[in-house]
């Protein structure tokens, strides 16, 4: 049997009361028994019961987040940021992944919940039958969304402004030269891809150049490179192709390759996330870098604010993203490429250039 409070409490010639209260920190205690206990705790190796804890505060210090894969680079990353900024907060991250399937989000909610985890924060896989299990989620503890959100709303949403990173893609290619584009990117079965198709269509609608039919998949390597053998396989190529994800942007990028196309000089290619390999892929990939660790921070303090009941209305917070223009799309060879609704455009590192 382990070291228990009553040790503790004997070691320290104090009361079981006494102990417990200095350890927990909720009464005052002297100094003096306050740093007796601690001493004791800690030459006994005495660790707190976490379960009579949670009992007893009705917390478990835990928050539990859901995204559709962890096999995709950017949720990897979103996770690793939202677990950066809980350690601050003092809570423990427990991570499911949906699997892109509704059925399987709606288990894995149900499983957080009856961990009594503190609060949730999902990306949901799907805008419309995800729904139901958000919202019966949000009704029981304080949820954020995060990059995606149910259609209506129905809880606080962080992510990008997806129409000021296509219009930074889109302004882009066309300073470089490009006068016909086309969109690479996934089914139109959650927020991020609906919003990433609208904001492309508004943009090459504004700049007022020849938008191809989209090209709509899965936001996977398979489906860039399948993407790019149909780009081959048609009549002539277009000037420019903007990707809905970085998987996308390389898997494609390797299909043209294969194909004996010369990037940037015949297509040009822009991407969307700057996950890791973006700069390491051959050629260095131009894209939209969207900003994790601010929607994460974001997503954490809402959070935190956030009450069960609150009749306030949701808040959505779309952040800025940036341009990183690397070698994948050709020099701007004429204006001024303009950040659009409010971006801005940046580089990084010496693969990179910024642009002004």
């Not at 503190?118 to 419309?128: A, K, Y």
Request: one cysteine or more; aromatic letters at 4%; proline letters at 5%.
């Amino acid at each position: 049997m382990g070291v228990t409070i009553h040790d503790v409490a004997r070691a320290a010639g104090v009361s079981v009361a006494s102990a417990s209260r200095a350890l927990s920190g909720r009464r005052k205690v002297t100094a003096e028994v306050a740093e007796r206990v601690t001493r004791a705790a800690t030459e006994l190796g005495y660790r707190p019961n976490a379960i009579a804890k949670a009992l007893r505060d009705q917390t478990t210090g835990t928050i539990g987040m859901i995204v559709p894969g962890i096999g995709n680079p950017f949720f990897t990353t979103i996770v690793e940021s939202v677990e950066h900024q809980l350690q601050e907060t003092g809570h423990d991250l427990l991570l499911c992944a949906s699997l892109y399937t509704p059925e399987i989000e709606a288990r894995r909610l149900n499983t957080l919940l009856a961990r009594r985890v503190d609060g949730l924060i999902i990306s949901p896989c799907d805008f419309e039958a995800s729904a139901p299990a958000v919202l019966n989620a949000a009704r029981q503890v304080p949820l954020v969304q995060v990059d995606r959100y149910i259609e209506g709303g129905g809880a606080d949403w962080v992510g990008v402004d997806d129409d000021s990173a296509l219009a930074q893609a889109v302004d882009h290619v066309v300073a470089g030269g490009a006068r016909s584009v086309v969109f690479v990117s996934s089914r139109l079965m959650n927020s991020s891809a609906r919003l990433r198709l609208a904001g492309f269509q508004l943009a090459t609608a504004r700049a007022g150049i020849a938008s191809l039919p989209p090209l709509l998949g899965e936001f996977t390597l398979a489906w860039g490179f399948e993407a790019g053998q149909a780009l081959l396989a048609g009549d002539a190529l277009p000037d420019a192709v903007v990707c809905g994800n970085d998987e996308i942007a390389v898997g494609l990028l390797r299909a043209l390759r294969l194909g004996g196309v010369r990037v940037p000089e015949e297509i040009s290619v822009v991407g969307f996330d700057d996950v890791g390999h973006a700069a390491m892929c051959d050629p260095p990939l131009t894209t939209v870098r969207q900003p994790v660790e601010e929607m994460a921070a974001e997503a954490v303090r809402l959070l935190n604010q956030v009450r069960v009941g609150d009749p306030r209305p949701a808040q959505r917070i779309a952040i800025a993203p940036r341009l990183v223009v690397r070698q994948t799309s050709r020099p701007v060879t004429r204006g001024v490429v303009t950040a659009g609704a409010g971006g801005s455009m940046t580089g990084d590192g010496q693969e990179d250039k910024e642009t002004t």
